[in-house]
């Protein structure tokens, strides 16, 4: 195989799940596309896709295929990067991630100040929990991610280093009934409220299960944090996050916060990359600018 043609072509007609929108996101005719694939198939000596009547299928060779391309060509287009931005960053991209807690303050800054000194380097970032960003990681689709760490701390694959932490906070609307008790939230103060939250580590769940006797205590789980805070902005709902997400708001009076002590953790956010692996010149330059942000946001208030 001389080029890597063939398996974008591959690639993309696996991700559209489609011969005529595959074509069409490759800038081919169909049957281009189909003669790509036969042709790849030939190379290979297997059968790629199963063909029926509602369209076609991955066979096992397929599978297998697809996971190594999408590694080949994410590898490519890294190498592509890395060459364009050696010595300056006026172009290339710039693959990143982002958990939904570190994607709502602390990456965005981070991102302005990136943008603002190089604004020819292209940035994707996928916003989604730790689990997800890892495989994408180690599939080479990203180069580095912020995330919840405390269920990556000792992947031998991972190169984790741990930002500052947050106290956890329950935020409701301003004017919850539980902001006018006048005193001190119990927990089973909660008990006639839904919780929402993003996916929890397993080690926050638990110490939720036990505190509240909920052996679900998310009633409503949901990874996008801006669609949290305005649940929470229109009605009783509860939430929990870092404090540093919800800190703007809070300080605008557009959110509440309910304190309950040490029940809820603290923030465990990290920059995450592959072990081994040495970042290109735009993803060092954007991890420093992101710990450059992480110390300057303001503290905490006491609690």
């Given at each position: 195989?001389?080029?890597?043609?063939?398996?974008?072509?591959?690639?993309?007609?696996?991700?559209?799940?489609?011969?005529?929108?595959?074509?069409?996101?490759?800038?081919?005719?169909?049957?281009?596309?189909?003669r790509?694939i036969?042709?790849?198939?030939?190379?290979?000596g297997?059968?790629?896709?199963?063909?029926?009547?509602?369209?076609?299928?991955?066979?096992?060779?397929?599978?297998?295929?697809?996971?190594?391309?999408?590694?080949?060509?994410?590898?490519?287009?890294?190498?592509?990067?890395?060459?364009?931005?050696?010595?300056?960053?006026?172009?290339?991209?710039?693959?990143?991630?982002?958990?939904?807690?570190?994607?709502?303050?602390?990456?965005?800054?981070?991102?302005?100040?990136?943008?603002?000194?190089?604004?020819?380097?292209?940035?994707?970032?996928?916003?989604?929990?730790?689990?997800?960003?890892?495989?994408?990681?180690?599939?080479?689709?990203?180069?580095?991610f912020?995330?919840?760490?405390?269920?990556?701390?000792?992947?031998?694959?991972?190169?984790v280093?741990p930002?500052?932490?947050?106290?956890?906070?329950?935020f409701?609307?301003?004017?919850?009934?539980?902001?006018q008790?006048?005193?001190?939230?119990?927990?089973?103060?909660?008990?006639?409220?839904a919780?929402?939250?993003?996916?929890?580590?397993?080690?926050?769940?638990q110490?939720?299960?036990?505190?509240?006797?909920?052996?679900?205590?998310?009633?409503?789980?949901?990874?996008?944090?801006?669609?949290?805070?305005?649940?929470?902005?229109?009605?009783?709902?509860?939430?929990?996050?870092?404090?540093?997400?919800?800190?703007?708001?809070?300080?605008?009076?557009?959110?509440?916060?309910?304190?309950?002590?040490?029940?809820?953790?603290?923030?465990?956010?990290?920059?995450?990359?592959?072990?081994?692996?040495?970042?290109?010149?735009?993803?060092?330059?954007?991890?420093?600018?992101?710990?450059?942000?992480d110390q300057?946001?303001?503290?905490?208030?006491?609690?």
């Amino acid at each position: 195989m001389n080029d890597l043609r063939q398996l974008r072509h591959f690639v993309a007609l696996a991700e559209h799940g489609h011969f005529a929108r595959a074509a069409e996101a490759v800038n081919l005719s169909q049957p281009a596309l189909s003669r790509s694939i036969q042709a790849l198939e030939s190379q290979l000596g297997c059968s790629l896709l199963d063909r029926h009547s509602r369209g076609f299928s991955l066979t096992a060779h397929g599978r297998l295929v697809l996971e190594h391309a999408q590694r080949l060509l994410a590898g490519s287009r890294a190498l592509s990067n890395a060459v364009s931005q050696l010595g300056n960053l006026q172009s290339g991209e710039l693959r990143l991630g982002a958990g939904p807690y570190p994607a709502a303050r602390l990456v965005p800054r981070a991102l302005g100040a990136f943008a603002r000194r190089y604004p020819g380097v292209q940035v994707r970032l996928q916003i989604d929990n730790w689990q997800q960003l890892r495989q994408r990681l180690l599939n080479d689709a990203l180069e580095l991610f912020v995330a919840d760490i405390r269920e990556l701390q000792h992947d031998p694959q991972l190169q984790v280093q741990p930002l500052r932490r947050w106290p956890g906070v329950l935020f409701c609307r301003p004017a919850h009934p539980l902001l006018q008790l006048g005193r001190a939230l119990q927990i089973d103060d909660l008990s006639g409220y839904a919780l929402a939250g993003t996916q929890l580590p397993q080690e926050v769940e638990q110490a939720l299960k036990q505190a509240s006797g909920r052996s679900q205590p998310l009633g409503i789980a949901c990874d996008n944090f801006m669609v949290l805070k305005a649940l929470v902005a229109h009605s009783d709902v509860l939430s929990l996050a870092p404090w540093d997400v919800v800190a703007d708001e809070v300080q605008r009076g557009e959110l509440g916060v309910l304190y309950l002590g040490t029940l809820l953790q603290h923030s465990a956010y990290g920059l995450v990359s592959r072990a081994g692996h040495s970042l290109s010149p735009a993803a060092a330059e954007w991890q420093r600018l992101l710990l450059e942000q992480d110390q300057a946001l303001p503290a905490a208030p006491d609690q």
